[in-house]
């Protein structure tokens, strides 16, 4: 069936499915660097910002931490490379709507992990 660009227009956009994730794991796992590398390769964030992220990162010789910085934005983060606090992320695909929660590993700051995955 062939719909006018008025139909087009006027129709319900289709509601995309949600995808919550939670990351959590041993501190220096990984956690921060893998779930900004997943967010960067699946489009929620643009190139320039990436190439930001790894000037400032080689700056103060963490350039290892690039992906690390999309998640973890506090300057005691990135000083320390570790994650303090719970981080969100949302963005969508052609498909999906993710809601993608980065919680700490360090155990000085597991009551921010409960919290971070209580509100997946």
Known sequence: VMMT???ESSSTPVKKAHVSL???GHVDAGKSTT???LIYKCGGIDEETMDKYERESKEIGKGSF???WVLDGLKAERERGISIDIALWKFESQKYEFT???APGHRDFIKNMITGTSQA
């Open 5 to 7: 660009e008025e139909e």
């Open 22 to 24: 939670v990351v959590i």
């Open 35 to 37: 779930t900004g590398h």
């Open 100 to 102: 993608i929660i980065d």
């Open 66 to 68: 690039k992906y690390a």
